[in-house]
């Protein structure tokens, strides 16, 4: 069997997306572009954030952790998906810098950091700043032109006239690059909604578009917490468009169908494993680049789970630069909007969800999450690869009950256990319990 037919024959692959984050694209003023006011902090921006590397390698390390665990527990068996561990660990990132207690031990396991909030905040923020200098602007001839562009954003949106606490707002300035955007939850949800999609679809290039479904927003909503991320890379080695064929792909579980396949010899690195052929395909500036894991037949399901860093890092460690007959189906497509929540409490992230069990003390009191959101696109073609996703923490809030009342049991008392039917089938009084 030829090198192209070996390849072509189970085109089924698992896609790892090497992460890509940067600055703001300098759009629009939130204000003039919505209306909302934004509070932020005095204090800047750092863009030369104090973590030492070792501190760095490990909030990497436990971020990619995250998001292969993360990609385990939500893809489902038989059907396409797509999503950004690093929107994702970014938007928890940020409510996490006010959780305390319980709460941020359970969000520290889950997001695989191993250092204090405050060091994890600065890997982030240095995340961010490293990525960003990925950008490179379009080049070369005007009918082929490169580029490569990043473009993150964080934003937090408030109920009018909440008070968040001021050690917060300085971390999601200088950590973040975020302020806070009010809004009027209780007055108008639907309109709060459409504010933040029209945010988020400005910052992703309309590719994502109506993150927050409605309802998901309420009246009682205090705080909602966004990252919105794009990416375009163009191909450091493009594929021909006259090589592109339809051929076969044995789908799941739809069976054979014909797509519209890359064809190309290249050379790039590669490594076979157990069950497994592994190559990546460089982007422009040959910083990022797709990695594609390419399971042998009926081994899909196996290879999945074995996703780790640690894993990844093996298997890389084969790799070598080779000449390989490439196939890769075109491929376009949506995935979300999708609820996290379970999966993220499958994974050990509790009490952040259960009201009255939540400590983001750090932010507010009483504060709760209620949902994780997230949506992502992806699209791939001759040229390169485009790619947005889009991730909300929407919050709740335990409001301090008025009482009316008091029951205050410390004297003697009378105790009676009754059934449903109106039988009493115990009394008694208690008149020392210490007795």
């Known amino acids: 069997m030829s090198s192209l037919n070996r390849w072509s024959s189970r085109m089924a692959f698992v896609l790892a997306f090497v992460g890509c984050a940067g600055a703001d694209d300098g759009g629009p003023q939130d204000g003039a572009e919505t209306g ?9 921006h750092d863009t030369a954030p104090p973590v030492s590397p070792d501190d760095y390698a490990k ?9 292969l665990a993360l990609f385990r527990k939500a893809a489902p068996a038989d059907d396409n998906f797509f999503y950004s561990p690093v929107s994702t660990a970014l938007a928890l990132g940020m409510i996490y810098a006010g959780a ?49 562009t990043l473009l993150p954003a964080n934003a937090i949106w408030t109920q009018e006239g909440l008070v968040v606490g001021p050690d917060f707002l300085d971390t999601m300035s200088v950590r973040y690059d975020a302020g806070i955007k009010v809004l009027d939850f209780a007055k108008d949800p639907d309109l709060a909604t459409h504010v933040i999609n029209r945010w988020v679809a400005a910052r992703t290039r ?28 163009s191909w450091d080695q493009p ?34 494993g157990d069950g497994y052929k592994m190559i990546d395909l460089a982007y422009d500036g040959r910083q990022l680049a797709m990695t594609l894991v390419l399971p042998a037949d009926g081994r899909f399901a196996e290879v999945r789970e074995k996703l780790s860093p640690a894993w990844l890092e093996s298997a890389r460690g084969a790799i070598t630069q080779a000449n390989v007959m490439v196939a890769l189906p075109k491929f376009r497509f949506t995935w979300g909007t999708t609820s996290l929540r379970k999966e993220l409490e499958a994974m050990g992230m509790i ?22 959101l997230h949506k992502a696109f992806v699209g791939v073609d001759e040229f390169g690869t485009e790619a947005a996703a889009a991730t909300a923490v929407v919050t709740r809030i335990v409001s301090a ?26 009394a008694g009084q208690v008149t020392n319990p210490a007795r």
Not at 36 to 44: G, H
Not at 213 to 222: F, M, S
Not at 364 to 372: K, N, R, T
Request: charged residues 20%; aromatic residues 10%; without cysteine.
């Open 36 to 44: 909302f006011r934004e509070l932020r902090s005095s204090q800047p």
């Open 59 to 67: 909030v990497v390390t436990g971020t990619t952790d995250f998001g």
């Open 100 to 148: 305390r207690g319980n709460t941020a031990a359970e969000m520290a396991t889950v997001l695989g950091s191993t250092v204090p909030q405050d060091v994890f905040a600065s890997s982030m923020n240095r995340l961010m700043l490293d990525l960003a200098a990925r950008n490179i602007a379009p080049h070369g001839p005007p009918q082929s032109s490169k580029n490569l």
């Open 206 to 233: 309309d590719k994502i578009l109506d993150l927050i479904p409605k309802g998901a927003i309420d009246r009682a909503t205090p705080l909602v917490l966004t990252n919105a991320l794009y990416f375009y890379g």
């Open 239 to 272: 594929f021909k468009e006259s090589s592109t064929v339809d051929q076969t792909f044995h789908a799941v579980p739809e069976g054979d169908v014909a797509v519209p396949t890359m064809r190309d010899g290249r050379s790039v690195p590669y490594a076979e």
């Open 351 to 372: 009490d952040a969800f259960r009201g009255g069990a939540a400590d983001f003390s750090g932010i507010l009191e009483g504060l709760s999450i209620g949902d994780v």
């Open 401 to 426: 009950p008025t009482y009316t009342h008091d029951f205050i049991a410390d004297r003697p008392f009378l105790v009676f256990i009754r059934d449903a039917s109106g039988a009493l089938l115990f």
